[in-house]
């Protein structure tokens, strides 16, 4: 299963997207050998993400943004070079494109060119090397999160890739899927040799499997370069404050306010949930929202956490049962939008899935305008969460363009600016440093301090010690998918 090893080559690379005036990375010098594997770390924006989707030649051509420098892969341009790189990238579903589990592995093989008889037996090698035994047949639609990565690893390895890449690949995953997927990657670059690049914010998960550290700088290059130990311990806590999650340098989330009343906002009666209408998730569930305090959500992947926190938000009808909103004769699913905008706040899974226009600031706009309110005021909300979730210099910016962190933060702010009593939160925290996960903590506090309700999805255990009074776990379903 072995293919050669790729290196990787930068000098004074950088790159913007067009219409902004600060450079994302500038300046870039890196030598990445056959074989490394190594840790890109770095603040939130400070163009991780960017790299690696230039070195698997998908970042764009001189419309989507300005490149200085040199990107060479064994030598070459990445888009010269795809079939030598293979991407994981961070959200599970966005990667299955086919209906089985064999036909998606095959998929990229298809596109190379590579022989029938060769891609099949490519299939099967790939699949036992990330440790996905399923049948070659199985519904991709019956996969958890975890499975679903390791899928996407497995359709990377078949192509036979000299360099592997990984955007945060862990991240919307619960902790067994976690495990999950970084043993698959162990096997796979041991039993293949190839090359490794992986992104993650926290550096425990990962700092095992690889030999190096490279940090990037927003707007700059690489300013640490080194082994892991190397670098954590010369650049330990300047990571840390710059958001790095690094082992000993964890963030302290402030102490909640000690609320003196609470009332009950909405609760669930008899509840029960499906993501299509002959497929029942769960039934009898009997759960309240009041007003301060915050409920978490857990559970594994695909156990019905999005499903359940869309039905409550009224986007999902139930499929038995009530979501009842204290004060209102009607269920949330039968509101209009405008209701909705000002009396539950829905903050989406994957934040692309909100975002309906070309500019931050229209944006964060959207719903105070849907209901009426005067320019000026707007402008402020619009200004303080932009300036209290980093996203100030970023009002001019597309909102697709922005870094995975940025995407969320921006989705949080956009609900949060019609300041609802009430807020659905599907991983609010998933693809954030340390410090802008303090900051959006610390935002989410007030908010609960000042009598607002949360319903919480969530694998983030620090997330759920710093503000849940109350969890709700979820287990997976006994059927799923029909």
Same mark, same amino acid.
């Given at each position: 299963?072995?293919?050669?090893?790729?290196?990787?080559?930068?000098?004074?690379?950088?790159?913007?997207?067009?219409?902004?005036?600060?450079?994302?990375?500038?300046?870039?010098?890196?030598?990445?050998?056959?074989?490394?594997?190594?840790?890109?770390?770095?603040?939130?924006?400070?163009?991780?993400?960017?790299?690696?989707?230039?070195?698997?030649?998908?970042?764009?051509?001189?419309?989507?943004?300005?490149?200085?420098?040199?990107?060479?892969?064994?030598?070459?341009?990445?888009?010269?070079?795809?079939?030598?790189?293979?991407?994981?990238?961070?959200?599970?579903?966005?990667?299955?494109?086919?209906?089985?589990?064999?036909?998606?592995?095959?998929?990229?093989?298809?596109?190379?060119?590579?022989?029938?008889?060769?891609?099949?037996?490519?299939?099967?090698?790939?699949?036992?090397?990330?440790?996905?035994?399923?049948?070659?047949?199985?519904?991709?639609?019956?996969?958890?999160?975890?499975?679903?990565?390791?899928?996407?690893?497995?359709?990377?390895?078949?192509?036979?890739?000299?360099?592997?890449?990984?955007?945060?690949? %862990?991240?919307?995953?619960?902790?067994?899927? +976690?495990?999950?997927? *970084? /043993?698959? #990657?162990? &096997? @796979? !670059?041991?039993?293949?040799?190839? %090359?490794?690049?992986?992104?993650?914010?926290? +550096?425990?998960?990962? *700092? /095992?499997? #690889?030999? &190096? @550290? !490279?940090?990037?700088?927003?707007?700059?290059?690489?300013?640490?370069?080194?082994? +892991?130990?190397?670098?954590?311990?010369?650049?330990?806590?300047?990571?840390?404050?710059?958001?790095?999650?690094?082992?000993?340098?964890?963030?302290?989330?402030?102490?909640?306010?000690?609320?003196?009343?609470?009332?009950?906002?909405?609760?669930?009666?008899?509840?029960?949930?499906?993501?299509?209408?002959?497929?029942?998730?769960?039934?009898?569930?009997?759960?309240?929202?009041?007003?301060?305090?915050?409920?978490?959500?857990?559970?594994?992947?695909?156990?019905?956490?999005?499903?359940?926190?869309?039905?409550?938000?009224?986007?999902?009808?139930?499929?038995?049962?009530?979501?009842?909103?204290?004060?209102?004769?009607?269920?949330?699913?039968?509101?209009?939008?405008?209701?909705?905008?000002?009396?539950?706040?829905?903050?989406?899974?994957?934040?692309?899935?909100?975002?309906?226009?070309?500019?931050?600031?229209?944006?964060?706009?959207?719903?105070?305008?849907?209901?009426?309110?005067?320019?000026?005021?707007?402008?402020?909300?619009?200004?303080?969460?932009?300036?209290?979730?980093?996203?100030?210099?970023?009002?001019?910016?597309?909102?697709?363009?922005?870094?995975?962190?940025?995407?969320?933060?921006?989705?949080?702010?956009?609900?949060?600016?019609?300041?609802?009593?009430?807020?659905?939160?599907?991983?609010?925290?998933?693809?954030?440093?340390?410090?802008?996960?303090?900051?959006?903590?610390?935002?989410?506090?007030?908010?609960?301090?000042?009598?607002?309700?949360?319903?919480?999805?969530?694998?983030?255990?620090?997330?759920?010690?710093?503000?849940?009074?109350?969890?709700?776990?979820?287990?997976?379903?006994?059927?799923?998918?029909?």
């Amino acid at each position: 299963m072995t293919s050669a090893a790729a290196s990787i080559r930068a000098r004074g690379w950088g790159w913007r997207h067009a219409g902004r005036s600060t450079w994302v990375v500038s300046g870039l010098d890196l030598a990445v050998e056959p074989g490394e594997r190594v840790l890109l770390l770095g603040a939130s924006g400070s163009g991780k993400s960017t790299l690696v989707h230039a070195l698997a030649g998908v970042l764009g051509g001189d419309d989507d943004g300005e490149r200085r420098g040199e990107l060479l892969i064994d030598g070459r341009a990445p888009d010269a070079a795809r079939g030598r790189v293979g991407l994981v990238l961070q959200d599970p579903d966005s990667q299955v494109v086919l209906a089985r589990v064999g036909d998606d592995v095959a998929f990229g093989c298809e596109n190379l060119g590579v022989p029938r008889e060769e891609i099949w037996r490519r299939v099967r090698e790939s699949l036992d090397a990330v440790g996905l035994d399923l049948p070659l047949w199985h519904p991709t639609s019956e996969l958890s999160g975890g499975q679903k990565q390791r899928l996407a690893l497995a359709g990377v390895l078949a192509m036979r890739p000299g360099l592997i890449l990984l955007d945060e690949p %862990t991240a919307n995953l619960d902790p067994d899927g +976690v495990i999950e997927v *970084r /043993d698959a #990657v162990r &096997r @796979v !670059v041991e039993s293949t040799g190839a %090359t490794l690049v992986v992104i993650e914010h926290r +550096v425990s998960v990962w *700092r /095992d499997l #690889v030999d &190096r @550290v !490279v940090v990037l700088e927003a707007g700059g290059g690489a300013v640490a370069d080194g082994s +892991v130990d190397e670098v954590l311990r010369r650049e330990g806590a300047g990571l840390a404050a710059s958001g790095v999650w690094v082992p000993g340098f964890e963030p302290a989330a402030p102490a909640r306010a000690t609320l003196a009343g609470s009332s009950r906002l909405l609760h669930t009666e008899d509840l029960s949930i499906a993501r299509v209408a002959s497929t029942v998730l769960h039934t009898g569930i009997e759960l309240e929202l009041a007003s301060g305090r915050m409920l978490a959500v857990t559970g594994p992947n695909g156990s019905g956490k999005s499903t359940l926190g869309l039905t409550i938000a009224g986007l999902l009808p139930p499929a038995a049962g009530a979501v009842v909103v204290e004060g209102y004769p009607d269920q949330p699913v039968r509101w209009k939008s405008r209701d909705l905008v000002s009396r539950i706040g829905t903050v989406f899974q994957d934040p692309e899935h909100q975002f309906l226009t070309g500019r931050v600031s229209d944006e964060l706009s959207i719903g105070p305008k849907a209901l009426g309110m005067p320019g000026p005021e707007i402008a402020r909300r619009s200004a303080d969460l932009a300036e209290r979730l980093r996203l100030d210099h970023l009002m001019h910016a597309n909102p697709f363009t922005l870094s995975g962190g940025e995407k969320r933060r921006l989705s949080v702010a956009a609900v949060l600016a019609t300041r609802p009593p009430i807020l659905v939160l599907d991983e609010p925290t998933f693809g954030q440093d340390s410090r802008t996960w303090l900051e959006l903590v610390g935002m989410l506090r007030d908010l609960l301090d000042d009598g607002t309700a949360a319903l919480a999805i969530t694998h983030d255990p620090e997330f759920v010690s710093a503000l849940a009074d109350d969890e709700f776990r979820l287990s997976v379903p006994e059927v799923v998918g029909g």
